[in-house]
């Protein structure tokens, strides 16, 4: 009897529990609140319709005040689970190979070819991404690369004259680093070539913004410029079998001793045609940004030119930047820093949920999309005041942290897949600064605004009109580097 009254009033008991229980699990296991849009298509064009126009910031504004930092939409046809939480964004960086893979859209993994270090996955992604930073670490760049970074940038300016698409010109030059620095070329008719065909490649790659386009005809083009490329490595490969190596990328790869050996020319090609494409839209479009931002700044510019100045002043006109004037540098790596902060050339990272993830309260189903977006936690009032001005200053503590909190400033990535290429961009962009205005005034040519779908570019190109402080600077400087280029004796393939 006594038995029964307790089951009579316990078990309606439990069963309250039992439910409690239950809710409460669901309410914990839940997915991020937020907005799936229309069928199929979801929020795609909502997304491409804000990044198009000069102030893309609504899309998440919207969503965050609604559904908070982490929300769920659904873009380029998945269910995605967007992320504008720092921490949920160091979260996921640091999860990388754990509880997330990356996740390219195949129009741009067909077009990277699988061999590309973006694409790699697990131990051989390990292996290949610390041979990529140690042949691009700080060391190597003082002690063999910054001489050509200096002559390189040096050569390009020397031609300019009148009327310049800015964009144009730091193309040139992101190509022409990126050439010497994995497989030792001079610009010569042979790599001008090469860039016309890759022209083509990047332009079709960044032109495809919704996964169902074909992509024939950009792979077709991708040939040429694979085929161009094998022919380097076969002859390197000879010269290195000769004992003959060259202290590059494509030597490290070919070379035991380097970290690399053991691959076949086409997994070399992929990986060499990764690096050309992750190096060059970003790092150019960063040193147009920051001119962009430094002309609509006269305060910055003019701070920024006078700590150039004082370099150059202690130097030759013509003699190369060294590693402590890189040093040196503190303001010019404040306007660095800043360009990268306003400019989110990576806007985030696209990863997929390899497990059921538990993310700040919520549950993301494995096999899920998600993306952890840079550019709303950088453009932020919460993190950097006045996020949506351009205040180089904030970076000596002035208006905003001088050393924002792991997830917060976040431009090259993190984890396992931090941008190898982060210290190259840095200086590359620096010694660039440093030649541009102390060798030239200049003012733009038209109105120009900064877009940001498909990538983030300016409309124009940022058409200037630039005038050279001396003369005298300019032929000097040609008949230097016409003598060096005599010592360096360029090899034309004429493969193209
Ligand atoms: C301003 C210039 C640059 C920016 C803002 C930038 C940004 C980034 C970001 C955010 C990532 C992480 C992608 C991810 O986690 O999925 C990344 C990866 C990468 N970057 Fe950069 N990058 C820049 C310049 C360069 C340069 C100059 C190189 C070549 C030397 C380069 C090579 C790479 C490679 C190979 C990866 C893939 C790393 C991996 O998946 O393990 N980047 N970059
Ligand atoms: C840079 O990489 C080289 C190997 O390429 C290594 O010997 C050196 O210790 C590294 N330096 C730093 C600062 O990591
Ligand atoms: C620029 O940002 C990096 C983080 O990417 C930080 O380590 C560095 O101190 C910053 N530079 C300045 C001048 O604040």
Known sequence: MELFVTFCFAFPLVLLLLHLVHTARRRKLRL????YGLPFIGETLQLISAYKTENPEPFMDERVGRFGPIFTTHVFGEATVFSADPEANRFILQ???????SSYPSSISNLLGKHSLLLMKGSLHKRMHSLTMSFANSSIIKDHLLVDIDRLIRL??????????????????????????????????WTESLRKEYLLVIEGFFTIPLPFFSTTYNTAIKGKVVEALRLVVRKRREESERGDRKNDMLGALLDEEGGGGGFSDEEIVDFLVALLVAGYETTSTIMTLAVKFLTENPLALGQLKEEQERIRAKKGELEALTWSDYKSMPFT??????????????????RRTTADVHLRGYVI?????????????????????????????RWQGDGGVACPPPGVFTPFGGGQRLCPG????????????????????????????????PTTRTQKKYPIYVEKYSEMRHVKSKERIVKEEEEDGSKNFGVL
């Open 32 to 35: 991020p609140p937020g907005n």
């Open 422 to 453: 982060y210290e190259i961009a840095r200086v590359s962009i620096s010694v660039f600064l440093h030649h541009l205005v102390t060798q030239f005034s200049w003012t733009p040519a038209e109105e120009d605004k900064l877009l940001f779908f």
């Open 95 to 101: 999860n990388e190979g754990k509880l997330f893979e």
């Open 365 to 393: 189903p494995k096999g899920w999309k998600v993306f952890a977006s840079f550019r709303a936690v950088h453009m932020n009032d919460d993190h950097f005041k006045d996020a949506r001005t351009f205040n180089p200053w």
């Open 156 to 189: 390009n300016l020397d031609s300019w004259t009148g009327h310049v698409f800015l964009m144009d010109e730091a193309k040139k030059i992101t190509f022409a680093l990126t050439m010497k620095q994995l497989m030792s070329y001079d610009p010569c008719d």
């Open 333 to 350: 790596q404040c306007v660095v820093n800043e360009s990268l902060r306003v400019g989110n050339i990576i806007g985030g990272i696209f």
